[in-house]
């Protein structure tokens, strides 16, 4: 599985923004995915996490009610919608997988990474 986050880009406190990352691969559909991010000399953070099906999701304390994850497995895509983004949102955001049907919010778990998109926040 090859995945590619774009989407990201510089705003202000408040806005919101849509990422998404593609993947490749046949795969995809039956693969959970999650998202990370990784703010500047911070390690990286579990954000969201989603099951192949879309039925069960799963998000960081700090996230709860801005962020949505979904994906629509006709499109090998899955999307994070991000509201009221805050400065402290700031972070190069990562598409991930764990190439099974749940990864949950532990780094370790996943297999296969996309290159990251940088989300900017000013206030």
């Known amino acids: 599985v090859q995945l590619q986050a774009f989407g990201g880009g510089s705003v202000q406190a408040g806005d919101s923004l849509r990422l998404s990352c593609a993947a490749s691969?046949?795969?995809?559909?039956?693969?959970?995915m999650g998202w990370f991010r990784q703010a500047p000399g911070k390690e990286r953070e579990f954000v969201a996490a989603?099951?192949?099906?879309?039925?069960?999701?799963l998000y960081a304390d700090s996230v709860k009610g801005r962020f949505t994850i979904s994906r629509d497995n006709a499109k090998n895509t899955v999307y994070l919608q991000i509201n009221s983004l805050k400065p402290e949102d700031t972070a190069v955001y990562y598409c991930a997988s764990p190439g099974t049907s749940w990864g949950g919010p532990a780094l370790y778990a996943y297999r296969y990474w996309g290159q990251g998109t940088q989300v900017t926040v000013s206030s």
């Open positions: 691969g046949r795969t995809f559909s039956s693969y959970a």
């Open positions: 989603i099951t192949w099906g879309g039925g069960t999701t």
